[in-house]
C-alpha cells in the first residue's frame, strides 16, 4: 500500500516528531529543575502544563508503540506466512510488556480512593504495554 517515497516520507516525518516531543520534555524538565533549585513556588498552571506534557508523550507514546505491530500483523496477513519473522524479539517484548503491565497494577495503592486517580494518571502507558502484549501475541498465532 505504502510506497517506497511515502513510507521514507512518512519516517523522517515520525522521526522530526520525536525530535520535537524530546525537546519538549527536555525543556520542561529544566524548568522544572530551575523552579526547584530557586525554590520558587509552583503556581498551579505551570504544574498543570508540565503535567499535561506528561500525559501528551504517554498517548503519543502509546499511538506509536500500538502503531508498530500492525505493519508486521498486515505483512504477515497479506503473504500468508511469518518468514523473516524474529520470534525471539516478539517472545521478548511479550515478557517485558507482561512485567511492565503488572508492574503498572502491583504498585496501584491499597485505597480505594487513588486506585482511580492512579489508574486514570498510568492509563497511556498501561494501554500501552497491554496492547502490545494483545498484539505480540496474534504475531505469534501466526507462527504457530
Known amino acids: 500500500i505504502l510506497g517506497s517515497k511515502s513510507l521514507k516520507n512518512f519516517c523522517v516525518s515520525w522521526i522530526i516528531v520525536c ?6 520534555l527536555a525543556c520542561q524538565l529544566l524548568l522544572r529543575s530551575q523552579d ?3 525554590v520558587i513556588e509552583r503556581s498551579s498552571s505551570s504544574l498543570d502544563m508540565i503535567e499535561m506534557s506528561g500525559f501528551i508523550c504517554g498517548y503519543v507514546s502509546c499511538v506509536f508503540y500500538l502503531g508498530s505491530r500492525f505493519p508486521q500483523l498486515y505483512k504477515n496477513f497479506r503473504r500468508r506466512s511469518t518468514e523473516g519473522t524474529s520470534y525471539l524479539l516478539f517472545a521478548l ?3 517485558g510488556n507482561c512485567a511492565y503491565g503488572v508492574s503498572l497494577v502491583l504498585k496501584m495503592p491499597a485505597s480505594e480512593s487513588f486506585q482511580t486517580l492512579y489508574f486514570l494518571h498510568h492509563l497511556p ?5 497491554f496492547g ?3 498484539l505480540d501475541i496474534f504475531v505469534s498465532f501466526f507462527y504457530l
Open 132 to 134: 502490545v502484549l494483545f
Open 19 to 24: 525530535i520535537a516531543l524530546c525537546v519538549i
Open 93 to 95: 517484548a511479550m515478557m
Open 125 to 129: 502507558w498501561l494501554i500501552g504495554s
Open 36 to 38: 526547584q533549585s530557586t
